[in-house]
């Protein structure tokens, strides 16, 4: 896709958050949107090969409305700054596990995995895995790839203290103990991308392929959780 183009509008969308300016550049945003959306058809080319479950996904409705919800937003700006897309199998985009990318009005690349803020019983059950397979998780963590492309897993919104329902004196509590006082099981890297902003479609989409592809052990083992009786 044509990368000045789309921060060039997305930083002008920013500057003019407003339906007069966003009708008036509607020809605009249909030539990007249709060209990020080849830009994902490319990474769900590539990332299938990875993940065989993406098999399927239409490019189409991966992507995200670029309308927010202001219902009970205090920011009452229409629209978002960025373009985004998750991927996920059949059924999981809600709740996950997926993988999600998005592109800012400051050339910014955001690439996510896992499962955000998950639901409370998404999150029970992937809790009660961390106990059942701590070992596994353990492993994802510590795999050179995945640990060189996203460090480790989301701290943001850690309980202080373990959750309701888990004794301190659980065997093995030590060595699990911090992951089931995390609120998401998932991992993100950013990416400025404004000093590749020449480069294709099929550049990017591989780079892209490249980090997602990381993430891909962490995946697998969250759908075990989820796939856990309740």
């Known amino acids: 896709m044509h990368l000045p183009a789309l921060v060039a509008y997305l930083q002008g969308l920013r500057d003019n958050n407003n339906k007069a300016w966003f ?41 995200f409305r670029i309308y927010r919800d202001i219902r009970f937003a205090k920011d009452k700006t229409p629209y978002k700054t960025y373009f985004s897309a998750s991927l996920a199998e059949a059924g999981a985009r809600k709740s996950g596990p997926m993988y999600y990318l998005s592109i800012d009005a400051d050339g910014r690349l955001h690439q996510g995995a896992g499962c955000w803020l998950p639901e409370r019983d998404l999150l029970a059950r992937l809790r009660h895995h961390v106990v059942d397979d701590h ?82 052990p962490l995946v697998d083992w969250l759908r075990r959780g989820r796939a856990r009786p309740g």
């Not at 994802?140 to 701290?155: E, I």
């Open 135 to 216: 070992e596994g998780l353990a492993r994802v963590a510590k795999a050179r790839r995945f640990a060189a492309t996203f460090g480790s897993l989301s701290q943001e919104d850690k309980l202080a203290r373990l959750p309701k329902g888990f004794d301190a004196d659980l065997p093995g509590i030590e060595r699990f103990g911090e992951s089931l006082r995390l609120k998401s099981f998932a991992v993100g890297v950013d990416r400025d991308l404004t000093k590749t902003m020449q480069a294709g479609n099929e550049a990017l989409a591989k780079s892209i392929v490249t980090t997602f592809a990381a993430a891909v």
């Open 23 to 63: 009708v008036m550049n509607k020809p605009a945003y249909d030539i990007l949107r249709d060209e990020f959306q080849q830009l994902v058809a490319e990474v769900v080319a590539g990332l299938v090969k990875h993940d065989p479950l993406l098999y399927g996904i239409e490019p189409r409705k991966a992507l």
